[in-house]
């Protein structure tokens, strides 16, 4: 994966420089790391889906990556949900949106249906939400079953940060689970992936788990983009807890 994202980063570093940027100088109140946004951007860069669903933006700091990548790629369209509107009170969303973006405001658990009536199911799913074991829970059986037969592309945040542990309850016990390991969400979702004969690509580049695969990106990454990382607001800036993996990826053989 290592291989693949520096061919990444060699295609597309311009457009994410200007996205980092971008995120930077509004100042968005981002709760994600660099590393994992930077991946993040590559991907829709690459994949170039159609429509992506970010679960959820909060005041929109992944929104911004999100849209930048849509707009680099002249293609596409994103609905973020949420239960307020953050994204309508940060200028740099506003300045992207170019009429790609739409706020869809609520519970998602309420409101997820009627987007999936109206436009589909996404091929690129951001989830950044209520971080537990019930959301965990909702997403294996209410929202993936929806992507049966679409190859989806799948980012979640949080599952490795080795200070958080579930919304529910905050803390996290390190002498019983340690940093390397999953938080709530996180074990809900790597049990249901193991079992899982159509997903693919399980990935991070999470500093707790994999610190060398970790510090080999970051050289790879550095070399190309020509400076360092530059900075996380709340985590460690170095955390990157996301979870990157696919979805019904046999259907790449019939595309
Ligand atoms: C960790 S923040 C998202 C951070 C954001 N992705 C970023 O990059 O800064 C989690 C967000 O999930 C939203 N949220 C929590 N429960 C939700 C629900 N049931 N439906 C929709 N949004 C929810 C919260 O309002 C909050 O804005």
Known sequence: MVDHFSELYGAYSDGLRAAK??????NSKGLSGDIEMELTYLRIRHQKPELVWEISPNWGYSTIFLLSALKDNKAGQLIS???????GQNDCVQ?????RH???VGDIKD?????????G??????????????????????LFPLFQGKHVFVGLHDVYNPGFWSDDNFE?????YPEWMPNEEGMVILDWLVYNDHA????????????????????????????????????????NPTLFFELNCQSMLTD
């Open 121 to 142: 199911v996404p091929d690129y799913l951001f989830l950044d939400s209520y971080h537990s074991h019930g959301f965990g829970t909702w997403y294996i059986q209410t």
């Open 81 to 87: 949900f949420d239960t307020w509107d953050g994204p």
């Open 200 to 239: 693919c690509h399980v990935f991070t580049a999470a500093k707790s788990r994999w610190p060398d695969t970790y510090k080999h990106l970051v050289t790879m990454r550095n070399s190309v983009m020509g400076d360092d990382v530059e900075r996380d607001y709340v985590l460690p800036y170095d955390a």
């Open 95 to 99: 300045q992207l949106t170019q009429g």
């Open 21 to 26: 940027r971008l995120a930077m100088r509004c």
């Open 111 to 119: 409101t997820y249906a009627s987007q999936v009536d109206l436009q």
């Open 102 to 104: 739409q706020m869809v």
């Open 172 to 176: 996290r016990d390190l002498t019983i």
